[in-house]
């Protein structure tokens, strides 16, 4: 049996707990919403989900292509160019 690295196996320890804790929070804030004529829904945390995936995925194993920050602000788009464009 392979012996998993200590720090990858802390980086996923701290990644299932911050996982784990979120959800705990977003349960916390549906369930004790105040607003009731205008429940809080699942839907409201989408933007937060997908940072919490950048924070446990890209983030937390730096090095790889995604890590790559653009220096000038007109290429820090949403999106990255992975592909030419098929005219001149």
Do not use: C, N
Not at 11 to 26: S, V
Not at 63 to 88: C, H, K, L, R, Y
């Amino acid at each position: 049996m392979d012996a998993i690295d200590p720090v990858a196996q802390q980086r996923q320890d701290y990644a299932r707990e911050l996982r784990a804790r979120f959800a705990q929070y977003k349960s916390w804030a549906i369930t004790h919403w105040p607003v009731r004529e205008q429940p809080l829904e699942e839907s409201a945390f989408v933007a937060a989900e997908r940072e919490l995936e950048l924070i446990t995925g890209a983030m937390l194993h730096p090095g790889g292509p995604s890590q790559a920050i653009p220096a000038d602000d007109d290429e820090a788009g949403q999106f990255q160019q992975v592909t030419p464009a098929p005219w001149p």
